[in-house]
């Protein structure tokens, strides 16, 4: 009886063992082939990244540039860019919302694209946030005004559809531009009255100008660009961008063109754009080499804002490299309760023990409101891609501190260096939000988790803690 009772459960054994083959172990296999095969196919088709002046340009003659901090400012700002344009426009966005905001912006690009001037908008097609829908561009190109998708890649392309253009700018005339981290949507220009971003742009004036925009040329002609009437309709569109303005957005509108913006503008004698090339592949990415060599080239201190602050292991050795020369780093980014991406909160919590360096703060924004506007939310968080080298050199674009802005996506930033008055102008403005938030690692009373959470909601806290394990896998996607 024992022979046959042992039989009986060798038998079973090797028929788990079996079971477990046919039903994990072949269908892994099977998906890491079809993964592999795909991620070969990808690189096979883009190759090697080439060269293009178009992603790197640096100049010495003068520069105009001003800090646009608030959101009412920038939207003003934007405005008058267009109604001045002569020649050409040039937008590309992440986010292109269907809202108060981009009512009005799209209906100035329609104006001036009936004037003659020639209006080309390129928007990601990020399904999570995509908004544009082929049923809005039927009305703006029968106005006159171009629009494509970049990178319609469906889910079945793994690989292709994480690569996203995150960038941000807004050109004209090749002459004058504004570039940095504000999307199109009520909630980048405090208009939200539910959620709003503190963020921050540069409006600059001078030949690099003229860089951005053949780096827009080089995105508008790549092969990851679709027109949207090859695309399929989808649900219909909820709201007509140009048609007549409500008195509400008439109102709006009439405050913003009397509006004066409170800039203080200054001259930058040697501005640089840095800008990745086309496509997925780390390859491809040069924005995150330009970023490092400059923390690494600092000699004194290094402020920085980002709103997702997510360091992997070369992150942290650049950290550590920068720490060891003696140079002060500042860190300035959302608590849980200024921002809706728990998932990189998540993230941080678990390596503040690896952020404990000498040298380092880290402080956590909590959300409160800095510029109102009567309607305007009471909730706010950073949104700003921003740093001030050594209170001389400063950089503004779309670069987040995290994965996906090194690896996967297209980013840009511009440089300007030698403008102490640049610098300070935003190390000021940095302050003021540091002033409203707590420090985590490093400064005056540090409150690590504490003040990491800030005065996060429960559901809030629930997600995170429930996303933990899974923001520490998919780390690199953060």
């Known amino acids: 009886m024992a022979v046959k009772s042992g039989l009986v459960r060798q038998l079973f054994k090797w028929l788990g063992i079996g079971l477990a083959v046919v039903l994990v172990g072949i269908p892994l296999v099977f998906a890491l082939v079809f993964l592999g095969i795909q991620e070969a196919t990808e690189r096979q088709w883009l190759g090697k990244a080439p060269e293009s002046e178009a992603i790197a340009a640096r100049s010495k003659a003068p520069h105009r540039v001003a800090l646009l901090d608030v959101g009412f400012d920038s939207l003003a700002e934007r405005l008058r860019l267009i109604e001045s344009a002569q020649k050409s426009i040039e937008l590309e966005f992440f986010i292109y919302q269907i809202d108060t905001s981009s009512r009005l912006l799209t209906q100035a690009l329609a104006r001036k694209a009936q004037q003659g001037v020639q209006v080309r908008m390129l928007v990601d097609f990020a399904m999570p946030v995509f908004k544009l829908a082929p049923q809005y561009v039927k009305t703006l190109e029968a106005a006159g005004v171009q629009v494509r998708y970049y990178n319609t890649a469906g889910i079945q392309r793994i690989f292709a559809a994480q690569h996203r253009t995150h960038r941000k700018l807004l050109v004209a005339d090749r002459d004058r531009a504004i570039v940095g981290g504000r999307n199109i949507g009520d909630e980048y220009f405090d208009l939200s009255p539910h959620y709003n971003f503190l963020d921050s742009d540069l409006a600059?004036?001078?030949?690099?100008?003229?860089?951005?925009?053949?780096?827009?040329?080089?995105?508008?002609?790549?092969?990851?660009?679709?027109?949207?009437?090859?695309?399929?309709?989808?649900?219909?569109?909820?709201?007509d961008l140009l048609a007549e303005l409500s008195l509400t957005e008439t109102e709006l509108s009439r405050e913003l063109a009397q509006h004066q913006s409170d800039l203080r503008s200054s001259t930058c004698n040697d501005m640089e754009f840095i800008t990745d090339y086309p496509g997925s592949g780390v390859e491809r990415r040069k924005v995150f080499t330009a970023v490092s060599k400059l923390a690494l080239e600092a000699q004194r201190e290094i402020t920085v804002e980002t709103p997702y602050l997510v360091l992997l292991d070369d992150g942290v050795d650049v950290v550590r490299s920068v720490l060891a020369r003696g140079v002060q780093l500042r860190f300035?980014?959302?608590?849980?309760?200024?921002?809706?991406?728990?998932?990189?909160?998540?993230?941080?919590?678990?390596?503040?023990?690896?952020?404990?360096?000498?040298?380092?703060?880290?402080?956590?924004?909590?959300?409160?409101?800095?510029?109102h506007r009567p309607g305007s939310s009471q909730r706010w968080g950073v949104h700003a891609k921003r740093a001030v080298f050594d209170e001389d050199t400063v950089i503004v674009g779309t670069y987040n501190i995290d994965p996906r802005s090194a690896n996967l996506n297209s980013e840009l930033i511009v440089i300007c260096r030698g403008n102490p008055d640049l610098a300070s102008a935003m190390k000021v403005s940095m302050q003021t939000r540091i002033a409203n938030s707590k420090a985590v690692i490093g400064g005056p009373s540090p409150g690590g988790m504490e003040a990491l959470m800030g005065d996060?909601?429960?559901?809030?806290l629930r997600l995170m803690r429930l996303t933990a394990p899974l923001s520490d896998w998919l780390d690199f996607l953060l």
């Open 332 to 371: 300035l980014t959302n608590s849980l309760h200024s921002t809706d991406a728990f998932y990189t909160v998540s993230h941080l919590a678990s390596h503040l023990e690896q952020l404990q360096l000498p040298g380092l703060q880290a402080w956590a924004y909590q959300g409160a409101g800095i510029h």
């Open 204 to 239: 600059l004036q001078g030949p690099i100008a003229g860089a951005i925009t053949d780096s827009f040329d080089l995105y508008w002609n790549s092969a990851w660009v679709t027109h949207p009437n090859t695309l399929p309709d989808s649900a219909p569109a909820t709201q």
């Open 456 to 460: 996060a909601d429960a559901a809030s």
